[in-house]
């Protein structure tokens, strides 16, 4: 069930479902665009410089594993605590607390690597957290990765069981 404050603040914000779970709203797309050849050979196209949204998550879900190609950086908002877990190409797995409580191991910003698998949860049973993230050059769902969960244990079967609680299929 949602949240009251949490609904209030999708309303307010005019957030919407993010196909990874949670609720999101993009809120800057750089009006200049870096062209295909002036970019690596992973990207697929041109980007915008930069984009930046919205990304509120609630106790009761979570932003399943997937990837993209570019650096994310997670900005911590207000509500409880994110945990953002990362598992890098070679089967490196780190965790890092997004929120406002330095003494608690928190921090206000984290940067995912692009090409890192991560998910996030709210570290908490209760309540909802809202956060902002960014990413240069621009998102574009052609950098988006989300594989099944069958697909990432096998690639990773040392963090099957954090697989299983962080996919939905």
Known sequence: MLEASAKILIDKLGLQPHPEGGFFRETYRSDEMIKAQELLPKFTGSRNYSTAIYFLLTADTFSAFHRIVQDEI?????????????????????RARLGSSSE??????????????????VASSLGFSLAGCTVAPGFDFADFEMPDRKTLAARFPQHSELIKQLTRN
């Open 104 to 121: 608690n191991g928190e921090v206000f910003q984290h940067v995912v690597k692009g090409g890192n698998y991560f998910a996030v949860e």
């Open 74 to 94: 997670w900005h911590f908002y207000q509500g409880e605590p994110l945990i953002i877990h990362e598992i890098g190409p070679d089967g490196d797995y780190s």
